[in-house]
Nanobody, 118 residues
Framework: QVQLVESGGGLVQPGGSLRLSCAAS????????MGWYRQAPGKQRELVAT???????NYADSVKARFTISRDNAKPTVYLEMSSLKPEDTAVFYC????????????WGQGTQVTVSA
């Protein structure tokens, strides 16, 4: 079992910045993928960015010029630095974790609200 706790969400004006954090705990494999997904009101959950324990990254096209994902493998914690935020970025952001622990496992955080509004 893996638990994910997000923090750093809030209200920000267009063009502003936020930094999200997600700390993982429990039966964690040293080889894993962590990342962020988001879900806007009335829309499906979508990938934002992922990062492997080997630091390979993947970004959605809509954010790759503005967001940066990183991680600390020791804790482990994943971060998302968001800049040049737009109203359309408004969503609940969910931390994501995937590993192989006898079988493939996926876990989700509870979510943190990001609101971009003037």
């Amino acid at each position: 079992q893996v638990q994910l706790v997000e923090s750093g969400g809030g209200l920000v004006q267009p063009g502003g910045s936020l930094r999200l954090s997600c700390a993982a705990s429990g039966s964690i494999s040293s080889i894993n993928t962590m990342g962020w997904y988001r879900q806007a009101p009335g829309k499906q959950r979508e990938l934002v960015a992922t990062i492997t324990s080997g630091s390979s990254t993947n970004y959605a096209d809509s954010v790759k010029a503005r967001f940066t994902i990183s991680r600390d493998n020791a804790k482990p914690t994943v971060y998302l630095e968001m800049s040049s935020l737009k109203p359309e970025d408004t969503a609940v952001f969910y931390c994501y974790y995937r590993d192989f622990y006898g079988s493939t496992r996926e876990y989700w955080g509870q979510g943190t609200q990001v609101t971009v509004s003037a």
